[in-house]
């Protein structure tokens, strides 16, 4: 089962990628955390805007 757009993507590669990833969701998102690990910053602390005068 292929999501619709990606049918096309996946057919430059050889038949056993096709074969795991067309048929193993558990592949797909084990490649997609790398690929997020590598992208998003390491540091993803959320920090507090001070406050400047009277707001209200």
Known sequence: MIIAGI???IQI????VQTVFAENCVAVVFIVAI???LVLPKNM???EVPKTGDAE
């Open 7 to 9: 049918g096309s993507l």
């Open 13 to 16: 590669f050889p038949k056993i």
């Open 35 to 37: 690929i997020l690990n």
């Open 45 to 47: 602390d959320v920090h």
